[in-house]
């Protein structure tokens, strides 16, 4: 998209809009370094967004003594990485709960988000599947994760497999409700030009399918991966013995505020850091041909 | 050689929820076209000129009689020109133009590179449809149609969303890739400016789908609106609607008595 300038002459060609957000972006940004230049930069008023926060909440801590201070939650943090002595017989477990959540997570994702988005593409493209799917589909969105905690707790008892399935569930409802609205919305006049060309099944299921349900897949996808994590917590919190959820759990039992505190810092920690590092660089790149975007930080300022 | 066959075709639109009166759209088109020939099909609004192009195309289907585009006996290979461009937003240019085209080689690339200088778009070849104004969105579909080498060539008032500058620039490439290639061509209009600038015949569609008059268009190419002989003819299509205009007044007023 950098040489987009060299057609800026060319008649008609919009080349404000063809500009990509990011370029527009940093258009935006650049000015003096002024307090005024500052506040109109995201990344400044991110920072202060988190300063305030840890200041709000370090100064609770001082009002409050059954909330720990971010210090506390740190260091507790760091014994649990290094293994070293919470005191008594109690010592750090970092990488053991959190492989094993991950993993989960992974599998669960593995088979939730495929089926969901077959779920869905079928139910998008007939009325009949939509008619058999739509009730159960509404059914599982309609669920908390707590419910599935205690049916997994049931079914499997304390083991890997309700984490599991309580992914599986919620990313299942998410893909398929997002993808079924997806295909019904493909425009008819690009169904129609494909069919007047000739153009093969094929090429049009990979251009025009994909294509056309890009967005709505990435809603549902985005979904499934938030509430997915989400019920894992929970899930794990109520019916498991190991993982992120249960260790949190595990200090909240034992009154041990600043770790159970530490290991939901964590549970959110990751999934931004999923967010930020996989999903949104992912959309970037999926909706590169879309040049007017949802409007930007910058640009709401 | 090309040709397209309507036989006694008839499309009527059953009561929809917003509609609950069913609609005649076409009622009984008979027509026949042969070879290498530009046909402009003008007729108002609501005469079905779309809904014919679209049964040509395959893409409706007829509540009776029948629409076949045939090149040596075989269905022909169609190129469609829609009044909105019809681009994959997500794809660049020249991968809308491959979309539509079989093969998928350099050759090929290189082929729709060609049509694209031909619409004078060899530049944006890699940008997306978004990126371009409305008028250059068009001059991609009128590429793309041409691209597949169609046997037969469509187009549904493609220059009816445009504004007149834009729109007359349009015709002047349309009429310059034609006169290179000579497809049979069906173009639907409601421009008799157009039609007569375009067109070797004009066949006129008056309200409710029915075939009122079918003329030759005799003049020499490339034909400009300003030329006498042009605005001649505009004359003479313009008063044979006015007598269809009559036909149809004097027949509801006939048929209300």
């Given at each position: 998209m950098s040489d987009i300038r060299a057609y800026e002459g060319l008649a008609g060609l919009r080349t404000d809009e063809a500009r990509p957000a990011a370029a527009r972006a940093a258009g935006a940004a650049a000015g003096p370094l002024t307090l005024r230049g500052l506040l109109r930069r995201a990344w400044f008023i991110r920072l202060l967004a988190v300063g305030l926060l840890v200041f709000i909440w370090q100064w609770v801590t001082w009002t409050n003594t059954r909330v720990p201070g971010i210090d506390e939650i740190v260091r507790f943090m760091i014994t649990e990485m290094t293994g070293g002595s919470h005191g008594g017989q109690l010592t750090g477990e970092f990488w053991e709960p959190l492989s094993l959540s991950l993993q989960r997570y992974g599998i669960g994702l593995a088979i939730g988000v495929p089926v969901g988005a077959v779920v869905g593409l079928i139910m998008g493209a007939s009325r009949w599947a939509r008619g058999l799917f739509n009730d159960t589909v509404l059914v599982l969105l309609a669920l908390p994760a707590v419910v599935w905690a205690f049916l997994a707790a049931l079914w499997f008892g304390l083991s890997a497999w309700g984490p599991i399935l309580a992914v599986v569930l919620t990313a299942v409802p998410f893909m398929a409700i997002n993808l079924s609205a997806g295909v019904r919305d493909i425009d008819q006049g690009l169904v129609q030009m494909s069919r007047s060309f000739g153009v093969p099944l094929g090429r049009r299921l990979y251009h025009l399918l994909l294509g056309g349900t890009l967005p709505s897949g990435f809603t549902g996808l985005r979904l499934a991966f938030m509430t997915g994590w989400n019920s894992l917590l929970i899930v794990e919190w109520f019916g498991a013995t190991?993982?992120?959820?249960?260790?949190?759990?595990?200090?909240?039992d034992a009154l041990r505020y600043p770790g159970f505190v530490a290991w939901i810092f964590l549970f959110v920690l990751l999934i931004t850091v999923v967010d930020r590092v996989l999903l949104n660089p992912l959309e970037r790149r999926a909706f590169e041909w879309n040049q007017r975007p949802t409007l930007t930080f910058e640009e709401e300022l | 050689m090309a040709t397209v066959l309507i036989e006694n075709l008839t499309k009527v639109y059953p009561p929809t929820s917003n509609n609950p009166t069913q609609v005649q759209a076409l009622g009984g088109v008979n027509m026949s076209v042969t070879g290498n020939v530009f046909v402009a099909i003008v007729g108002p609004s609501g005469s079905g000129k779309t809904t014919l192009l679209n049964i040509v195309a395959g893409v409706e289907r007829p509540t009776s009689g029948a629409a076949?585009?045939?090149?040596?006996?075989?269905p022909a290979q169609i190129g469609y020109v829609f009044q909105e461009p019809r681009l994959l937003p997500w794809r660049t240019v020249v991968d809308n133009m491959l979309y539509v085209q079989d093969r998928k080689s350099d050759r090929s690339r290189r082929e729709a590179e060609f049509y694209l200088q031909m619409v004078g778009l060899s530049e944006v070849a890699d940008l997306y449809p978004a990126q371009l104004s409305a008028g250059m969105q068009q001059r991609v579909g009128i590429a793309r149609a041409f691209l597949v080498n169609p046997d037969v060539l469509l187009l549904d008032e493609p220059?009816?969303?445009?504004?007149?500058?834009?729109?007359?620039?349009?015709r002047d490439y349309l009429q310059r890739i034609w006169l290179q290639t000579r497809k049979t061509a069906l173009f639907v209009t409601h421009d008799v400016t157009e039609a007569v600038e375009l067109a070797d015949r004009i066949v006129m569609l008056r309200p409710g789908g029915v075939a009122y008059d079918d003329m030759p268009v005799d003049l020499p190419r490339p034909r400009r609106p300003g030329d006498p002989a042009v605005r001649e003819m505009q004359d003479e299509v313009l008063r044979r609607f006015d007598a269809m205009g009559a036909a149809v007044r004097f027949g509801a007023a006939e048929a209300a008595r």
């Open positions: 190991s993982g992120v959820g249960w260790r949190a759990r595990f200090w909240y | 076949r585009a045939l090149q040596e006996g075989v220059f009816s969303h445009l504004d007149a500058l834009t729109g007359r620039s349009l």
